[in-house]
């Protein structure tokens, strides 16, 4: 089965500056997708972002990137210019083949004004 | 459209009660899940309706668990003889899967909080 690791519990980042959130999974499929969800106090899981595992580009999405490293198994998620409405709590979640998601534990990112 | 609909939002209940939770989807996807988060913690699936295919219920915890999708829509989470440790926000996500390998995002409804005293 396969599984995903975040291994980052807690993070905080100043306003204004960038932050690297973690993530690796382990799968021995070939084509899957990827994607970081944001959960916010409001517990709406929000889609920040996906990525295509046969797509070499890293996907960004404005201020949203992700660092993809299909070799090492890596899925980072990239924030720039972190804003207050950014803390939350964000998981990473790897879609199989067959239709399953599996999630990470999740890094509750803080943002200091 | 409307996305992801969960009701109730808040629900306490004494403990041995019965419970239903509902989830209704995006119109026209066609796959639904479950998922269960405790305070604090990731998510863990319990369980998956992908259009007219028998529901994958692996990860629903015990036979107190159940769960149906009448008409390939509406879902109904039904917890029989609650517990406490079952204290939980339950999430619902609906997809749309237009064929294998689609890379269709989950969309998440807001969840049900279950308390159980």
Same mark, same amino acid.
């Given at each position: 089965?396969?599984?995903?690791?975040?291994?980052?519990?807690?993070?905080?980042?100043?306003?204004?500056?960038?932050?690297?959130?973690?993530?690796?999974?382990?799968?021995?499929?070939?084509?899957?997708?990827?994607?970081?969800?944001?959960?916010?106090?409001?517990?709406?899981?929000?889609?920040?972002?996906?990525?295509?595992?046969?797509?070499?580009?890293?996907?960004?999405?404005?201020?949203?990137?992700?660092?993809?490293?299909?070799?090492?198994?890596?899925?980072?998620?990239?924030?720039?210019?972190?804003?207050?409405?950014?803390?939350?709590?964000?998981?990473?979640?790897?879609?199989?083949?067959?239709?399953?998601?599996?999630?990470?534990?999740?890094?509750?990112?803080?943002?200091?004004? | 459209?409307?996305?992801?609909?969960?009701?109730?939002?808040?629900?306490?209940?004494?403990?041995?009660?019965?419970?239903?939770?509902?989830?209704?989807?995006?119109?026209?996807?066609?796959?639904?899940?479950? =998922?269960?988060?405790?305070?604090?913690?990731?998510?863990?699936?319990?369980? =998956?309706?992908?259009?007219?295919?028998?529901?994958?219920? *692996?990860?629903?915890? *015990?036979?107190?668990?159940?769960?149906?999708?009448?008409?390939? *829509?509406?879902?109904?989470?039904?917890?029989?003889?609650?517990?406490?440790?079952?204290?939980?926000? =339950?999430?619902?996500?609906? *997809?749309?899967?237009?064929?294998?390998?689609?890379?269709?995002?989950?969309?998440?409804?807001?969840?049900?909080?279950?308390?159980?005293?």
């Amino acid at each position: 089965a396969q599984t995903v690791t975040q291994s980052q519990p807690e993070m905080s980042v100043q306003e204004a500056e960038t932050v690297t959130l973690s993530c690796t999974y382990d799968t021995s499929e070939s084509d899957y997708y990827l994607f970081w969800y944001k959960q916010p106090p409001s517990r709406q899981m929000i889609l920040v972002i996906r990525q295509e595992a046969y797509k070499q580009q890293n996907a960004t999405e404005n201020r949203f990137s992700v660092n993809f490293q299909k070799a090492a198994k890596s899925f980072s998620l990239k924030i720039s210019d972190s804003q207050l409405g950014d803390a939350a709590m964000y998981f990473c979640a790897y879609r199989s083949t067959g239709n399953q998601f599996y999630f990470g534990t999740g890094t509750s990112l803080t943002v200091i004004p | 459209g409307a996305g992801v609909s969960q009701s109730p939002s808040n629900k306490v209940t004494e403990k041995g009660k019965d419970v239903e939770l509902r989830c209704d989807p995006i119109s026209g996807h066609t796959a639904l899940y479950w =998922y269960r988060q405790s305070l604090g913690q990731g998510l863990e699936f319990l369980i =998956y309706f992908q259009g007219n295919s028998a529901p994958d219920k *692996s990860g629903l915890p *015990s036979d107190r668990f159940s769960a149906e999708r009448t008409g390939g *829509s509406v879902s109904t989470l039904t917890i029989q003889r609650t517990q406490q440790e079952d204290s939980a926000v =339950y999430l619902c996500a609906s *997809s749309l899967f237009a064929h294998a390998g689609a890379g269709s995002p989950l969309h998440f409804g807001n969840g049900t909080r279950l308390t159980v005293t």
